[in-house]
């Protein structure tokens, strides 16, 4: 393994630039393979999330989401009696707070947020290693941490002053996380880490249990092709073969470049069953 260079500038968080987020297929024909399966992801895995609430496998003990009053009643009308409910209405939107028996907090203080990043972490089922790491990189000034957690993932390389991940756990490939298109909602430690893998494994399951495998296949296929990520003065670049974006991310002073340059996991290739 060769090491890498952990010395950064601190990104310029005075930086105030209008918020960045698009993205185009390269042809017609990938648009029309994509889009639509795509599309349907985001919807998907909020329900996943609502259903890892009352499921035994799943880390995840709260939910707190704010949604167009029509839809939390609709929520509401769902989740399984197990379930302790809080909410709070505004003009269009009412916030749901979501809590299990098992949960640290109830869900009147749910509704309230919750100010402790370790009863945070509890909550959301998000991995201690995954949930130290990323508190260390926003310290350090990094929201959007790709390079950061490509430097900290054990066979990545620096070649030619680029980031090469080799061997990631695909469904941790986050850089299309920007559209919501990923399958963990936390930023985790390293690219081949195991516990955080294990919750994409779970929501993996939880999308397929919900009625969405075509969907979690979709994204499987997606984010387990060859990935290039570039982030510079506060915009990110994102392409692999089908697709191109830009996104805002940390204002890098130099550019960084995360290059996922194959997945060599068992399960890459095959589907996003037990992924
Ligand atoms: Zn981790």
Redo the contacts with the bound molecule.
């Keep these: 393994m060769t090491s890498i260079d952990p010395t950064r500038h601190t990104p310029d968080a005075s930086l105030d630039l209008p918020a960045v987020e698009k993205h185009n297929w390269k042809s017609q024909e990938h648009r029309d393979a994509w889009d639509g399966r795509l599309g349907r992801f985001s919807s998907a895995f909020d329900r996943a999330m609502e259903a890892a609430l009352v499921d035994d496998e799943h880390p995840r003990t709260g939910l707190r989401r704010t949604l167009p009053t029509d839809d939390a009643i609709d929520l509401v009308a769902r989740v399984s009696d197990a379930v302790d409910i809080a909410r709070k209405s505004g003009d269009r939107t009412t916030t749901v707070g979501l809590t299990t028996p098992a949960c640290d907090v109830d869900a009147d203080a749910l509704l309230d947020g919750v100010e402790s990043q370790e009863i945070e972490r509890s909550i959301r089922g998000i991995?201690e290693?995954?949930a130290d790491?990323h508190r260390d990189a926003r310290e350090a000034g990094f929201d959007d941490p790709i390079a950061e957690i490509a430097r900290n993932t054990p066979r990545s390389t620096e070649r030619g002053g680029e980031l090469v991940v080799e061997d990631p756990h695909p469904v941790l490939n986050r850089a299309w996380a920007y559209l919501g298109w990923r399958f963990v909602d936390f930023h985790?430690?390293?690219f081949e880490?195991d516990?955080?893998r294990e919750v994409a494994i779970q929501n993996g399951r939880l999308l397929r249990e919900t009625g969405h495998g075509e969907t979690a296949d979709a994204m499987f296929e997606f984010l387990a092709s060859p990935t290039y990520w570039s982030g510079y003065h506060g915009l990110a670049h994102v392409k692999n073969g089908w697709c191109i974006g830009e996104y805002t991310t940390d204002d890098y002073w130099s550019e960084e470049v995360v290059r996922f340059n194959g997945y060599h996991d068992s399960l890459a290739g095959s589907s996003s069953e037990g992924c």
Excluded: G, K, N
Aim: proline share 20%; charged share 0%.
């Design positions: 991995p290693c995954c790491a985790p430690c390293s880490c516990a955080a």
